[in-house]
């Protein structure tokens, strides 16, 4: 079984999706006006965290000008972006040393939990194809074997708590009924884990108020509280 700093070269090695290979070199090279003078991470992404983790988080995909940029999930989204939503609402909650997300530098560490992605391309619109989170399964499989202590997990959206859904499917795992997605429900699986659904702090959950800090604090408060 690979460590994670195996499990982390061979993601940022990867070259399965062409499209989306093609579009993060595309987009690091030419670039956010605001960040033109950077040099953009422009590679798939690897998760980032404490590895004795009892909480993973499975988010979506890298920001074009977020972590395509930094080469961190959840970073440099920018001032009230996802990665400053999420990090308030852990640091909140005792997981995370500082309430920001800016660059890979700015001294946040997360401790007892990890944080992952279905798709570890920026993906145009936000939306990988199918065949794409094919492709990226065996990457959030490697990782997760890599993290011996996972007992509760977050599904960040809908795609990436079905991700996880199906990664216990290929274990061999059976449900009746499959867990679906909503935010704030927990299921208990087979295995003793919990899987945990809660809407994806994106921009377009987060300013309509689909998602609200009070929202995202109230699910890592319960977490805190018991595992």
């Not at 579009?23 to 004795?52: L, M, N, S």
């Not at 920026?122 to 794409?132: M, Y």
């Not at 490697?142 to 216990?168: C, H, M, Q, S, T």
């Amino acid at each position: 079984m690979p460590g994670l700093v195996a499990v982390r070269q061979a993601i940022v090695e990867c070259d399965r999706c062409p499209r989306l290979r093609t579009y993060c070199a595309e987009i690091a090279r030419v670039k956010k006006r605001a960040y033109r003078d950077q040099t953009y991470w422009g590679r798939p992404v690897p998760g980032f965290g404490d590895p004795d983790a009892r909480l993973l988080l499975v988010a979506l995909a890298p920001a074009a000008h977020g972590a395509n940029r930094t080469g961190r999930p959840f970073t440099g989204d920018g001032a009230g972006g996802s990665g400053d939503f999420l990090m308030a609402a852990l640091h909140d909650a005792g997981f995370a040393n500082i309430p920001t997300s800016a660059d890979p530098d700015d001294g946040l560490v997360l401790d007892d939990v990890f944080i992952t992605s279905a798709a570890r391309c920026a993906p145009p619109q936000n939306k990988p194809t199918p065949e794409e989170l094919a492709n990226c399964a065996s990457h959030l499989a490697n990782e997760i074997d890599a993290l011996p202590n996972i007992r509760v997990v977050v599904g960040l959206g809908k795609i990436a708590f079905d991700a996880y859904v199906r990664f216990l499917q290929a274990r061999g795992m059976t449900f009746r009924p499959r867990p679906t997605f909503a935010h704030g429900a927990t299921h208990h699986l087979p295995n003793g884990q919990q899987l945990v659904g809660c809407y994806h702090p994106s921009r377009q959950n987060t300013n309509t108020g689909k998602l609200t800090p009070q929202m995202i604090q109230a699910i890592f408060r319960r977490l805190k509280s018991k595992i």
